[in-house]
């Protein structure tokens, strides 16, 4: 399953590299809760990558991460990676052509060191999708191999619901 298509421009990353990726954030809000403060982790969070799952970087950390979730939302709702957004992938058919702001900022080329990662339920369904955003100029764009299902069978520790206090706000079309 190892073969390249010709037609992907984007890049593939390890659940593994992922879940070290989060790992850092979920250890902060853990803190932030024990020191009793309201305020909510941002999904922005310097790390550390070290793995072959990433295309390399010039540097050894990546500066920002956007995750988001392109299964439908119930599904999001009911449990999500942590620090993930819902977006919906019919919004990229839309006819402005324009993203939400918010995935603006994290608008780079392929050596970035910010990351724009998409998911779906078994990762097999986002080719097209993850095109497009590389097609609107967002060449940062990875797609998680083996999607929501390898990240909740390996990693489960880095899953989050809407009704825990890891919860993240969906993506939507901007104001």
């Known amino acids: 399953m190892a073969r390249a298509q010709r037609n992907m421009f984007f890049a593939m990353i390890k659940p593994s590299a992922l879940a070290r990726i989060i790992e850092p954030s979920l250890e902060a809000e853990e803190s932030i809760y024990r020191m009793c403060t309201d305020d909510a982790v941002s999904t922005v969070t310097t790390v550390q990558m070290h793995d072959e799952g990433v295309r390399r970087f010039d540097g050894d950390s990546a500066e920002a991460l956007l995750l988001l979730d392109l299964r439908e939302l119930d599904d999001f709702e009911a449990s999500h990676i942590h620090g993930a957004r819902h977006y919906d992938r019919r919004q990229l058919s839309k006819a402005t052509n324009q993203f939400p702001k918010e995935i603006y900022y994290y608008k780079g080329p392929a050596t970035s060191k910010k990351l724009v990662v998409l998911y779906d ?47 993240a706000a969906a993506v939507g079309p901007s104001a």
Do not use: C
Request: charged letters at 20%.
């Open 121 to 167: 339920e078994d990762g097999k369904g986002l080719a097209e999708v993850a095109n497009g955003f590389v097609e609107k100029g967002i060449e940062n764009t990875y797609v998680l191999s083996g999607g929501f299902q390898a990240v909740r069978s390996r990693y489960p520790h880095i899953i989050a619901s809407m009704s825990g206090a890891s919860a």
